[in-house]
């Protein structure tokens, strides 16, 4: 009997996703998604192993039939390949990489004790049979291949065991967005339906329109705007530096927002960095900050803003609200980025960038992996309160 991932009502079988196409497009897929952090093959053995327990003919009988609504839902798939990381790749990656596997429906899960919430009750847990799930995994990476992909940093405890924990969940976020994305693509082909476009990463456009925007407001008339004009090519001269952790301790009134923007659009461009994510304390300043990068800039639809009083489902054409003019299909597009930080530059809040740093479910942690390869800027610092700052930093 055929083995798929997903079914469509009503249509005949040959329509549906074969299981090993789906493992296969989300493995690539993940693999891609953790390259900026160097785990690419450790994303692509989670990718070919998470749906794995689909194989079991309990859950093949499930998708043959079709939930009702209401009904229960299907026999767990999850847990199978969880319990395959652990066996094939050791206690070590292996049982890191099952974190993701076996919450990629349901999220993180705590990793002591049997409780329903626990990583060990799946790993324990007897399952439906999924014999001929090899069959399905094509091009599975081996133990040797996997351990010789990776090295944990060598640091003091602490930043050690964050390190570690840390990784797991890039490599869930690698995983989920992988899965969401091939599903949505997926559905989207069966039904005839042009794949959306989503958001992308930096340009030369994008720093050329931020360049002209500074020189048309250059000026020498005062003091002050010599300053800032001082302050902003100081930065910008450090964009060639190697990409760490970087200062500006400015006065208000200095330019610093505008001058945050160069310098992180400059060393973005001159390192390959893909986005820019400016993480803000205050809404009312997010606001300010977006209409700016948006509008005076023209930077337009590259830029995201996300924090939690920008409301897409209330921006509708015809209600006044649709400022940019994208209609429907724009918005969800908007909407779409807002999910997975899929942006040349995202305007957000602490709350928001730090909450998803720590977050366990998947449509919160799915965003994750775009801030790899990023320019993070963390605007008035200062403001995060004392007993946050062990965990941010």
Aim: aromatic letters at 8%; one cysteine or more; a neutral charge.
């Amino acid at each position: 009997m055929a083995k798929y991932a997903h079914s469509l009502e009503g249509r005949p079988e040959a329509d549906w996703e074969p299981l090993e196409h789906h493992l296969s497009n989300v493995g690539d897929r993940a693999a891609e998604f953790a390259a900026p952090f160097g785990a690419s093959t450790l994303a692509l053995a989670m990718g070919l192993l998470h749906d794995i327990g689909k194989c079991s003919a309990a859950y093949q009988a499930y998708i043959r039939k079709g939930r009702l609504p209401g009904g229960p839902k299907g026999p767990d798939h999850s847990s199978a390949g969880a319990k395959k990381c652990c066996a094939i790749y050791g206690k070590g990656l292996g049982r890191l990489m099952a974190f993701g596997v076996a919450g990629h429906h349901s999220g993180l899960m705590d990793g002591d004790g049997l409780g329903a919430s626990d990583l060990n009750q799946r790993l324990t847990k007897i399952l439906e049979p999924h014999e001929d799930w090899r069959d399905h995994a094509i091009g599975l990476p081996t133990a040797a291949d996997l351990h010789a992909s990776i090295g944990l940093p060598r640091t003091n405890a602490i930043d050690r065991s964050f390190s570690t924990a840390f990784l797991a969940r890039m490599l869930f976020s690698a995983l989920v967005d992988a899965d969401f994305l091939e599903t949505e693509g997926f559905y989207a082909q069966v039904k005839g339906e042009a794949l959306l476009p989503r958001g992308g990463t930096l340009t030369f456009n994008h720093r050329d329109m931020v360049r002209a925007f500074l020189a048309c407001h250059r000026r020498a008339d005062t003091t002050v705007n010599r300053l800032r004009s001082e302050i902003l090519d100081h930065a910008n001269g450090k964009a060639a530096l190697a990409p760490g952790l970087f200062t500006l301790t400015v006065p208000t009134g200095g330019g610093k927002t505008l001058t945050s923007l160069s310098f992180a659009m400059e060393h973005a461009l001159t390192h390959g960095l893909r986005r820019i994510i400016y993480v803000i304390p205050f809404t009312s300043i997010i606001e300010q900050t977006a209409r700016i990068f948006r509008e005076d800039i023209g930077l337009g639809d590259a830029v995201l803003e996300h924090h939690s009083s920008f409301d897409w489902d209330k921006e509708r054409p015809g209600t006044g609200n649709d400022a940019e003019k994208e209609g429907v299909a724009g918005l969800a597009k908007l909407r779409r980025d807002a999910e997975n930080w899929d942006a040349p530059i995202v305007v957000t809040t602490a709350v928001q960038f730090f909450e998803s740093l720590f977050a366990a479910r998947p449509s919160q942690a799915r965003k994750l992996h775009n801030l790899a390869g990023s320019v993070i800027i963390l605007d008035e610092a200062q403001s995060i309160p004392v007993k946050l700052l062990r965990p941010c930093m």
